[in-house]
């Protein structure tokens, strides 16, 4: 799907493979119709909890940290290695990235990523970001 942002039509699937070289999370959807604007991109992400038990076992021994605390440690990493995306993507552009489940069925992270021009403001973006995480699971 082409989307604007600012005066460049982008591809959601260029992205979408930019997203999975760069950072690792792999993208289980491409959302951007979902989001029901020509200006956004959206993908949800997900990535295996056993990656991330291997960035964070220097700072924390995982057999002693209890399961909700491990869970927050989870999403606020998510949420910073998602973020490391925009240094790379097109100028003008502004990401929201927000983690909300940990699916034990296949022991991963899910996250959802948004992604707009600098000019639809940080607010807006978030209320997309928010909407589609009343549409997934």
């Known amino acids: 799907m082409y989307i604007v942002l600012g005066d460049e039509i982008i591809d959601s699937e260029e992205i979408k493979q930019l997203i999975e070289d760069e950072i690792p999370f792999k993208v289980e959807k491409d959302m951007t ?3 029901k604007r020509e200006d956004t991109l959206a993908y949800k992400l997900s990535i ?3 990656d991330l038990n291997q960035i964070i076992k220097d700072e924390y021994d995982l057999e002693d940290i209890g399961e909700e605390d491990l869970f927050d440690e989870y999403m606020t990493l998510c949420d910073e290695i998602i973020m490391e995306v925009e240094e790379i993507l097109p ?5 929201n990235a927000r983690s909300y489940k940990w699916d034990t069925s296949d022991d991963s992270i899910k996250s959802i990523i948004t992604i707009g021009h600098i000019q639809m ?3 807006k973006l978030s209320d997309v970001t928010r909407r589609l995480l009343k549409q997934v699971d």
């Open 91 to 95: 100028d003008n552009t502004i990401v």
């Open 48 to 50: 295996p909890v056993n």
């Open 33 to 35: 119709k979902g989001t």
């Open 121 to 123: 403001g940080e607010l």
